[in-house]
């Protein structure tokens, strides 16, 4: 089935420092992509939407110049969080929609996930 | 945009016992319906979906039940085993506007041995 792949697992950033996050569809063309940000013991919220060749779309709340996303390719999404801080410490993951066919053409796959925590 | 609702937050059952999540949503345009278990540390997983066209679907020891006209979906667990014991989340997904899942809010659920 559909795979999506997230790197890295984990990361541990200095506070003021930037960390990329790279979310990978491998079986299908992504052309939107999802990130999703999830604090201990809360759901998956939407941060914003990666759009292939365009600019992403942010949720409101959620800074875009301090979360950078680029969808340069149909397969790769990458998210920068930058000038961390510690209140930036999380479960970031990703997910991709499967254009696919039209019965499974809003199915969603989820990348692993990667713990963010600053210092 | 969507809004998901999903109770209970927390449901505690006795081995063998059903389970039964609950979730409103307000967008008439969602069209899929996803539910996901996420044990700790570890990514959501699909467990079961459901399409607007149907009104129930069953895999095993999962069912997924949909009443469009009132906006709400039910996940229903028989004979629940302790590794059962996880968070559910339910979500919609609107056919326009880009597509976004929206989560409720997550159920945590305690299968009793």
């Known amino acids: 089935g559909a795979v999506v792949s997230q790197h890295p697992s984990w990361v541990i950033c200095k506070s003021g420092t930037s960390v990329k996050i790279e979310c990978r569809s491998l079986?299908?063309?992504?052309?939107?992509m999802f990130w999703y940000r999830q604090f201990p013991k809360q759901s998956l919220m939407l941060m914003a939407t990666?759009?292939?060749?365009?600019?992403?779309?942010?949720e409101q709340g959620v800074e875009k110049d301090k979360f950078l996303i680029n969808h340069a390719s149909l397969t790769l999404s990458t998210l920068t969080v930058t000038s961390a801080h510690p209140e930036d410490s999380s479960f970031y993951i990703c997910?991709?929609?499967?254009?696919?066919?039209?019965?499974?053409?809003?199915?969603?796959?989820f990348g692993e996930g990667s713990w963010l925590t600053v210092v | 945009g969507e809004n998901v609702e999903q109770h209970p937050s927390t449901l505690s059952v006795q081995e063998g016992d059903s389970a039964v999540i609950k979730c409103t949503y307000s967008?008439?345009?969602?069209?899929?319906f996803p539910w996901y278990k996420q044990e700790l540390g570890k990514r959501p997983q699909l467990i079961i979906d459901?399409?607007?066209?149907?009104g129930e679907k069953k895999d095993q020891r999962i069912a997924v039940t949909l009443n469009k006209t009132a906006k709400h979906f039910s996940l229903h667990i028989t004979e629940t085993q302790p590794e059962d014991s996880a968070v559910y989340f339910c979500?919609?997904?609107?056919?326009?506007?880009?597509?976004?899942?929206?989560f409720g809010a997550g159920t945590r659920l305690f299968v009793k041995a």
């Open positions: 997910s991709a929609r499967d254009p696919g066919s039209i019965s499974s053409g809003n199915t969603i796959y």
């Open positions: 079986d299908f063309q992504a052309t939107t």
């Open positions: 990666s759009n292939e060749g365009s600019k992403a779309t942010y």
């Open positions: 967008d008439s345009a969602s069209n899929y």
């Open positions: 459901i399409r607007s066209n149907v």
């Open positions: 979500a919609a997904t609107p056919n326009t506007g880009g597509f976004k899942t929206i």
